[in-house]
């Protein structure tokens, strides 16, 4: 807990409160969401908002992924083709 309260610049203390609501609740700082899912490397407040607020999350594909899907589906396209022509050139050669 030391250093994720180090890493978001606050006090471990006053994190563990935060945190744990021990008789002084006290609400994590919505600016910190982002730096805290990053630190801890994982989306669970994110997530828990939208269920929240009955919402479902999918991850959204980098430009590279949508280039990778499309090179994919030309690659199987071409494979169909191929086999295609190789039927229709055996069929020639008989």
């Not at 008789?23 to 994110?46: A, M, S, W, Y």
């Not at 990778?68 to 169909?80: A, G, I, N, S, V």
């Amino acid at each position: 807990m030391k250093e994720i309260a180090f890493d978001l610049d606050v006090k471990s203390d006053h994190l563990s409160r935060m945190v744990n609501n021990d008789g002084d609740p006290r609400h994590f700082p919505p600016e910190l969401i982002d730096k805290l899912q990053d630190i801890c490397g994982n989306e669970i407040p994110l997530r828990w908002q939208a269920l929240k607020r009955n919402y479902g999350l999918y991850r959204l594909k980098s430009a590279i992924e949508v280039e990778l899907d499309q090179e994919r589906t030309e690659k199987e396209e071409l494979k169909r083709e191929l086999s295609i022509l190789t039927k229709y050139l055996k069929e020639i050669r008989a």
